[in-house]
């Protein structure tokens, strides 16, 4: 238990599709973060929210949407996803951006496109 | 452009001592992270180097050299439950995290 909960912990969606993935922290941290993991890839950097406010966005396509509403939670809005987008999304968060502190990371959401 | 390499896969004996290193390439440095990743499970935090030298925690210890930009994660009395992918990151000037592909360790009986 980290102190970050995803949810769900599996989805398979269609390209024309609309999903979303939820991320909850229970850390009261301030930053938290979307980041797409691939097999044998290093982790991909995707936003970052620091006191609720987008601060990174590493070019990702338009078909994710993240959304910030309070510094706990997290979402990830998902639609017209290409079978390339198949990977596990991992949550996390930390203290604050750019501290030194370590990241928290939730235990992902295994995205399966079709 | 920034680089972590790492080996992809190692194999080890239950008991045994391994080390897993790291080099990296990037613009600037704020430390350098080991995280630890279960199949099927989050990344936990394992170690934080910023100064040269070793970082002992158990049987896990952290060795930095900032002027090689080179990294190792000491594993000692291997077990079992050890075998996870190991990643490895580092902060640059800009406070951004770069990841290495990690690298899956194997642990035979």
């Known amino acids: 238990e980290t102190g970050v909960t995803q949810t769900p912990r599996h989805l398979v969606m269609g390209m024309t599709n609309k999903k979303s993935l939820k991320c909850e922290q229970h850390l009261g941290h301030n930053a938290m973060y979307w980041y797409k993991q691939s097999a044998k890839k290093p982790l991909e950097l995707m936003f970052v929210?620091?006191?609720?406010?987008?601060?990174e966005n590493n070019s990702v396509p338009s078909r994710f949407s993240p959304e910030c509403p309070n510094s706990s939670h997290l979402f990830l809005h998902l639609h017209t996803l290409q079978p390339e987008d198949s990977a596990l999304y991992l949550c996390?968060?930390?203290?604050?951006?750019?501290?030194?502190?370590?990241?928290?990371f939730g235990e992902g959401s295994r995205l399966t496109v079709l | 452009g920034q680089n972590i390499d790492q080996p992809t896969e190692m194999t080890a004996t239950e008991g045994a001592i391994v080390q897993i290193n790291c080099t990296y390439q990037t613009s600037g440095f704020n430390g350098l992270f080991w995280y630890q990743q279960h199949a099927g499970e989050a990344p936990t935090f394992l170690s934080y180097n910023v100064l040269d030298g070793l970082e002992e925690k158990g049987r896990f210890s952290s060795f930095l050299s900032r002027s090689k930009g080179y990294s190792y994660l000491l594993l000692k009395e291997l077990q079992m439950k050890d075998s996870a992918s190991y990643l490895c990151?580092?902060?640059?000037?800009?406070?951004?995290?770069?990841w290495g592909a990690g690298t899956k360790l194997i642990i035979k009986p």
């Open positions: 990151a580092v902060r640059d000037s800009n406070y951004q995290l770069i």
């Open positions: 929210y620091n006191f609720k406010e987008q601060t």
């Open positions: 996390a968060s930390s203290q604050g951006f750019g501290d030194t502190g370590e990241l928290f």
